[in-house]
């Protein structure tokens, strides 16, 4: 695996390239996210105005740009919306307090990083570093797959569609800079690009 710094290998601003690349990576690690467990998580999300999703392992994107994934019968994950920074979402974890409830929070800044691969060749490029299928036919948009990849475990959830497909994927924060560059490396086939998340506004 190449030893260059991912943070050597940011490509131009969109405005600067012309257009996006078919596979670039987004480092969203400052972007606010959080967790909350417990048999009384779904009460006390939909109570806080979320839709959520329908079965465990499955993600739904939030009217604001957010997105819920349920990770298994009494766990989810809350990823915030570009739109407003997550915002909204670190309001949610400063707002959360110990009550009788059977709601515990989870906070996800510290220890998950999250990038966003996009792209035409998304699949493909994970494909060279996981074991499970991340294809459209069966890795649908709204998935979520619980696994492994360049021998960390990962999250990885496809919230793109047809037209645009990005995955968005969390791994040990401790292990961001190995995981980077271990993405940049599949992806160099696909002249593929790190960007940086001013490309996405």
């Known amino acids: 695996m190449s030893s260059?710094?991912?943070q050597s290998r940011i490509a131009p601003?969109?405005?600067q390239l012309g257009a996006l690349p078919k596979c670039t990576l987004v480092d969203l690690t400052d972007v606010p996210r959080v967790g909350f467990r417990g048999a009384?998580?779904?009460a006390y999300l939909l109570a806080r105005g979320f839709v959520l999703p329908d079965a465990p392992n499955r993600a739904v994107t939030q009217a604001d740009g957010s997105h819920v994934a349920q990770l298994s019968q009494s766990e989810y994950l809350i990823l915030g919306s570009l739109h407003d920074r997550g915002e909204r979402i670190a309001g949610e974890e400063a707002r959360w307090e110990m009550d009788h409830s059977a709601n515990y929070l989870l906070p996800r800044e510290d220890s998950h990083a999250w990038l966003q691969l996009s792209g035409d060749h998304i699949a493909h490029v994970m494909s060279k570093l996981c074991g499970v299928d991340l294809r459209q036919q069966t890795f649908a948009s709204g998935a979520v797959a619980q696994t492994s990849a360049a021998r960390i475990n990962v999250i990885v959830i496809n919230l793109g569609s047809t037209s645009i497909?990005?995955?968005?994927i969390l791994c040990d924060r401790a292990s961001l800079e190995y995981f980077k560059n271990a993405m940049l490396d599949a992806m160099g086939e696909c002249d593929g690009r790190l960007l940086g998340i001013e490309a996405l506004s």
């Open 4 to 6: 260059l710094n991912a």
């Open 13 to 15: 601003a969109p405005s």
């Open 40 to 42: 009384d998580s779904t």
């Open 165 to 168: 497909p990005a995955f968005q």
